[in-house]
């Protein structure tokens, strides 16, 4: 699967990507950034991420409206994906 094939409904209960997902041995701050702050290094370890798609399904299945998942930023998301999120 690519970004661009995403379903989110197939991934919403699955979370078995989680455990090897690279931020899982990053500090989680750096994905949620404060307002203003640099996103780049969480795109960077996300970029980089084996569970990349899956990281980005599970944020627009579940409606994630705050920090970087699957690269990609909130506004990014709602962007990208205006009929899977609101």
């Not at 994905?31 to 990281?55: H, I, N």
Request: hydrophobic share 35%.
């Amino acid at each position: 699967m690519t970004i661009n094939e995403i379903h989110p409904g197939d991934i919403a209960g699955n979370v078995d990507w989680q455990e090897r997902a690279v931020c899982q041995r990053t500090d989680p701050e750096a994905f949620f950034p404060e307002p203003g702050e640099a996103v780049r290094p969480a795109k960077r370890v996300c970029a980089g991420c084996e569970v990349r798609v899956d990281c980005l399904a599970f944020a627009l299945a579940n409606d994630e409206r705050f920090g970087v998942w699957g690269g990609l930023t909130a506004s990014e998301r709602r962007r990208r994906y205006p009929r899977v999120q609101p």
